[in-house]
Every structure is written in C-alpha cells, then in structure tokens.
C-alpha cells in the first residue's frame, strides 16, 4: 500500500487525484494539505502522518518549497505545478539524489499531452523551425505554462534548437511581440476566458508546416491517470524523472 499526502486536496485537480487515491485499491490518502482544510503545509503534514509519496497541485510561488520539505522528509514527489525553473529542478534533482528518493515531475499529466511531447521530439529532428503557443484561462498567473516550459526544455535536452534567421535582439519594433526565449524555443502565451490549458507547437520547412496541438476539457478527469501512474512509479526512482512520457 502507497501512502498519499496530496498538496492542493481542495483544488481542481487536487481533489480529483485524491479521490482517485481513495478509490484505489493499492493507494491511501493520509494526509491533504490546504489553505482551506487540512494541514498548512507539507512540513505539517508529514510531521504528523508517515507519508511514501506527496502529490503537488499547488501553485507556482509554494510549490518548490513544498518539494523540497518532501525531499528532506525523505518522501517522493509527483509534481504537477507548474512554475518551476531548469535551475530550481536542477537543485530538486540534486536534493532527490543525495535523499536517495525520486521525483516525477510534468507539466500535464494528460497521457495524450505526454504524447505531444514524444511526438514533438520525433518532429523536431526532421525541421529546423518551430514555436509554441501556449493557451491557458484568463487566471492564470505563471507564464509560459508548466507543459510549454517542459516542451521547450525537453527539446533542447535531445540537442535540437530551433533556427531563428532574425534573431530576436535585431527584431525592429517591439522585441517582445515575438514572444518568450525559454531554452532557444520562442513561445507565445495566451490568457483569455474558456481555454484550460492547452499547448501547440507548429513546425515549419520550406512548403510545409506540422502541427501538433494537446486540447484538455473542462474537467480534470484527463490527468488523473497519469498522476496515479506517476504516484505507483515514483518509490522505486532516486533523482528526478522529466516528463510523463518517460514512463509509458
């Protein structure tokens, strides 16, 4: 039995998850931590109730610190929160190994979305241009999200960047109209009403371009199974693993 500590149990995808862990047969939910019910914090959490893995559904301003008190409790992490830099995961992978337990960490836990981004690697070896665009609700705070963010980098770490003939810094008018520079990618976020989070990436040759586009619904049902998917693997990793699709 895997014992749950799920941060963020009041929240939209927090609660889905924790439901999901009560549901199963093999997972426990032990503790939640929320602003609104629960514990404060993970710290409070785990000093009170032995947990194997916490869940973060949290928010881009807690949720390092979050990871980390899990880490030094010597408990593995599902991350689901985005905001986290390359540097802040590279400080949480080196906390990960020296603890000797694991982090999963993702942008979106949508199977499909982890798709895209195996997909995209596949695309990116055959073209030499692409941006992102990343769509997300008129709320949201963080900018580009957590899956364009790990698009780019994931990208970048296969040793592929796009070309880019007008470099940015020459670009005449508003530099900025052509978007964010996130690991040699050029990404574009949108906030507006009635979009969850979605991500696309357009590729482009000479005649020719190829899109590949993730649209969630409404409802967080797409990225529960992934999560619990990531809740099984996570105890028997040390150090961090990027990506869900990394465990398909």
Request: proline share 4%; with cysteine.
């Amino acid at each position: 039995m895997i014992r749950v500590c799920v941060a963020g149990v009041t929240g939209w995808t927090g609660s889905a998850v924790a439901t999901a862990v009560e549901a199963a047969d093999d997972l426990e939910l032990v503790a939640g931590v929320s602003r609104s019910s629960g514990y404060a914090t993970v710290a409070a959490a785990l000093a009170a109730t032995p947990a194997d893995v916490v869940v973060d559904f949290t928010h881009a301003t807690i949720v390092k610190a979050n990871v980390l008190a899990a880490l030094d409790h010597g408990v593995g992490v599902v991350v689901g929160s985005s905001g986290l830099t390359a540097e802040d995961y590279d400080e949480i992978a080196a906390r990960a190994e020296s603890q000797g337990v694991g982090v999963v960490a993702a942008g979106n836990f949508s199977i499909t979305a982890a798709l895209l981004l195996r997909f995209a690697g596949e695309a990116a070896g055959r073209f030499g241009s692409w941006e992102v665009i990343d769509y997300a609700a008129a709320k949201k705070q963080d900018a580009p999200s957590g899956t364009a963010r790990e698009l780019a980098e994931r990208l970048e770490g296969l040793g592929r960047r796009p070309s880019l003939p007008v470099p940015v810094d020459e670009v005449l008018g508003r530099k900025e109209a052509r978007g964010a520079t996130v690991a040699g990618t050029q990404v574009h976020s949108l906030r507006l009403p009635s979009f969850t989070v979605s991500t696309e990436i357009v590729f482009a040759a000479t005649g020719e371009r190829l899109s590949l586009r993730h649209d969630p619904g409404e409802s967080a049902a797409p990225y529960v199974a992934g999560t619990l998917l990531a809740v099984r693997a996570v105890p028997a990793v040390v150090g961090l693993v990027r990506g869900l699709d990394q465990l398909l």
